[in-house]
Structure formats: structure tokens, C-alpha cells
Nanobody, 112 residues
Framework: QVQLVESGGALVQPGGSLRLSCAIS????????MGWSRQAPGKQREWVAT???????DYAESVKGRFTIFRGNDWNTVYLQMNKLKPEDAATYYC??????WGKGTLFTVSS
């Protein structure tokens, strides 16, 4: 059974950085794409970033240039490096595998 577990959520200050991790119970070597989404309280879930099997990345305009999605060398972990964090970035972040399998999310807040 495929399981995804996110971690790394914390309280950070505006302008700070944070790295989220997504541990996957299976190898993603043959998986077409992995992604990160987020959902702030009272808002709909929104797509944040995608990483394809070939290494191509794509980002929402709101995070482009600040966030980076990448995978670990073990092919069982996907990361989301977040820099220059803004208060509007605060949300529960979810990792997904081909938009079918989802983790339960990890929360981080931005506050001074």
C-alpha cells in the first residue's frame, strides 16, 4: 500500500526558510510525477509544485523563484525547499503521487 508522510512543518518568521519532506513507502523511480499542494484555513487547496520523472519542475506563480521541489537520491523522498517565506505561504502542505495518493499534510505558520 502506498503511503506518503509529510514532515517539516514549523513556525517561521517572514523572510525565513523551511524544507518540507515527503517520505514515500515505494520507490518513485517509475512514477510519472510528484507534487505539492497547500491549503490555508478557509481556502481551497491549491497546487504549488510538480516534479516529473524526468526531472522537470513547474511552480505556481505565487511561489516561483522562492520554492524548489526536488527528490532525494534514495528515490523515496521528495522535498519542498521554501525560501523568502511570506505570511500568505502559511498553510497545510500536502504531498501527492500522480494526484492519486496523498499524505495527511504538514502545517507551518509564518509569524513575526
Amino acid at each position: 500500500q502506498v503511503q506518503l508522510v509529510e514532515s517539516g512543518g514549523a513556525l517561521v518568521q517572514p523572510g525565513g526558510s523551511l524544507r518540507l519532506s515527503c517520505a514515500i513507502s515505494v520507490s518513485i523511480f517509475s512514477i510519472d510525477y510528484m507534487g505539492w499542494s497547500r491549503q490555508a484555513p478557509g481556502k481551497q487547496r491549491e497546487w504549488v509544485a510538480t516534479l516529473t520523472r524526468g526531472g522537470t519542475t513547474d511552480y505556481a506563480e505565487s511561489v516561483k523563484g522562492r520554492f524548489t521541489i526536488f527528490r532525494g537520491n534514495d528515490w523515496n523522498t521528495v522535498y519542498l525547499q521554501m525560501n523568502k517565506l511570506k505570511p500568505e505561504d502559511a498553510a497545510t502542505y500536502y504531498c501527492d503521487m500522480i494526484s492519486i495518493y496523498w499524505g495527511k499534510g504538514t502545517l507551518f505558520t509564518v509569524s513575526s
